[in-house]
């Protein structure tokens, strides 16, 4: 008896990530909020497989969206027929497949050689980023107020404020590289330099001049500032939730006796991604998270 649609959907449902896609070499972010190179056009952070009712959804900004079904069918050029045939069989419903193993090494050819070409596209971006962010850098800060520093009620720590009067805020690595620049504008878009590398790099407020100091870390600009103007401890910028355990890392491989504090936060809106961010880090590098604790003022 020939396979039916539903029956292959209802098998295929919550498998398509682990199971399915990899048997057609498919690789997708593995979150469903991470961007990534499209399997059917390519790219570099175009799309992302939400995955959504584990139907292996997906969407991508040149192609569209579909379902794991339409994925397949566009990534491998298959019809539609063929396509559910192939998924019934991976899954243990039939023994009908037609895709031979030199289909499926072809496959996974093109899906290292496209990798690898993401890859280059992704270091010339990131060289020419941070060759901008240096002449970015090297200009001088204009002399006039700043909006969003005045909004935050944080002080300007060493960074520069272009025309448009938005805080530049430099990424560097642990080398003292620079490599992209932030540009936060007065209603706090945050945006960086186009292809700019963010991963393990970071902004430190004050300074590192104690093998033992305590050190915080942070996520975004004025929570950092505003933890070193209450506290006088050396502060730093991780800019991402995801980034805070990798600039963790960073910072103890140079600095091994570092009492690292990892701020978290307050992301209960968000499914307490700043917590999860700061646990991973601590597992990594040891050390202390802490909190912080709103408290609601009544006005008279």
């Not at 009620?153 to 520069?160: E, M």
Request: net charge positive; aromatic share 8%; with cysteine.
């Amino acid at each position: 008896m020939a396979l039916t649609f539903d029956q292959v959907r209802d098998a295929a449902q919550n498998n398509w990530k682990d199971l399915i896609f990899p048997a057609f070499a498919i690789t997708v972010p593995g979150k469903k909020t991470q961007h990534g190179p499209c399997p059917i056009c390519g790219g570099t952070d175009r799309f992302r497989c939400d995955d959504k009712q584990g139907k292996g959804t997906f969407i991508c900004s040149q192609c569209g969206a579909g379902d794991g079904f339409a994925l397949i069918e566009k990534a491998r050029g298959l019809d539609y027929s063929s396509v559910l045939i192939e998924v019934g069989a991976i899954l243990g419903l039939s023994a009908d497949s037609k895709v031979s193993e030199q289909d499926r090494k072809k496959w996974r050819e093109k899906a290292e050689a496209d990798q690898v070409d993401v890859e280059q596209k992704k270091i010339k971006a990131q060289a020419t980023a941070a060759m901008r962010a240096a002449r970015t850098w090297k200009a001088k800060s204009v002399d006039r107020d700043c909006p969003y520093l005045d909004r935050k009620q944080v002080k300007n720590h060493g960074c520069k404020i272009n025309g448009k009067g938005n805080l530049l805020v430099p990424l560097f690595d642990i080398s003292g590289k620079i490599w992209n620049v932030q540009e936060i504008h007065a209603d706090g878009h945050k945006p960086y330099l186009p292809g700019g590398r963010v991963n393990d790099c970071f902004y430190i407020i004050g300074e590192i001049i104690d093998q033992h100091q305590i050190i915080c870390i942070a996520e975004g600009y004025a929570t950092a500032a505003s933890i070193f103007e209450a506290t006088s401890y050396t502060t730093v910028v991780a800019f991402q939730s995801g980034n805070i355990d990798k600039v963790g890392i960073a910072i103890r491989s140079k600095y091994p006796n570092l009492q690292l504090v990892y701020c978290a936060d307050d992301d209960s809106a968000t499914l307490n991604a700043g917590l999860k961010a700061a646990n991973k880090a601590v597992a990594a590098t040891g050390g202390i998270i802490v909190l912080p604790d709103f408290k609601i003022v009544e006005h008279v």
